[in-house]
């Protein structure tokens, strides 16, 4: 299986436009839960983050406390092309699992499904640690079967709610209604809080 934690393997995805994950705009399901959000200073995060569609989508909505991190350059590099303005010390280049701070909000997208299955009760973990107490993880995750096959990796409901439920509450965690059409059916929303 591929280890696809892996910032060279990052980088040439980006650097030669094999981003196949990138849908070129916020996801309809995240834009959603963002446009309900009201409180404007809460502490964002974004980890592996890509091209971060979602976190201009919040600085434009006036969100000033997003933070994004990804292993490679190259995206963060492509944001702050679309996003002068952005704060740099905002923009993070660095492993995800090194990273010690805390918020109150953290968003997923295409992040999970990118790292190698392996990772995944480590990921749990961190974003636990990440979290400001009563802090949630809001996110989609792919609904479709997990093989040796990706990125991006799939897996189930079950097998989603095995990781999560020992330290997270499950406030939501269903099939998404508005996904866009190539991910229709195939596409999981969360939105967990923290024990």
């Known amino acids: 299986m591929l280890d696809s934690f892996n910032k060279r393997y990052w980088e040439e995805k980006y650097e030669s436009g094999q981003a196949g994950w990138d849908i070129g705009a916020i996801s309809t399901p995240l834009q ?3 446009d309900q959000l009201t409180d404007k200073d809460i502490e964002i995060l974004i980890p592996g983050a890509g091209n971060s569609y979602e976190a201009e989508y919040l600085f434009q909505q006036g969100f000033k406390n997003v933070t994004i991190i ?4 190259q995206p ?14 905002k923009l ?6 090194e990273h010690y701070k805390t918020y109150d909000l953290i968003i997923e997208q295409t992040f999970f499904c990118a ?11 961190k974003i636990f640690d990440l979290l400001n107490n009563k802090g949630k993880l809001v996110g989609l995750f792919f609904d ?5 096959e990706g990125p991006p990796f799939g897996g ?5 709610l095995q990781l999560f439920n020992n330290q997270f ?12 059409k190539p991910r229709d059916g195939n596409e999981l929303f969360l939105i967990a809080k923290r024990n």
């Open 144 to 148: 479709f079967k997990l093989t040796d």
């Open 169 to 180: 509450k499950i406030l939501t965690f269903e099939k998404c209604y508005n996904s866009i």
């Open 156 to 160: 189930s409901l079950i097998e989603y």
């Open 115 to 125: 790292l190698n299955p392996s990772f995944r009760e480590k990921y749990v973990t």
């Open 32 to 34: 959603a839960y963002i």
């Open 76 to 89: 963060l590099d492509n944001f702050r092309d679309r996003t002068p303005d952005f704060p740099e010390k």
């Open 92 to 97: 993070i280049q660095q492993d995800f699992f």
């Open 70 to 73: 990804d292993i490679a350059k």
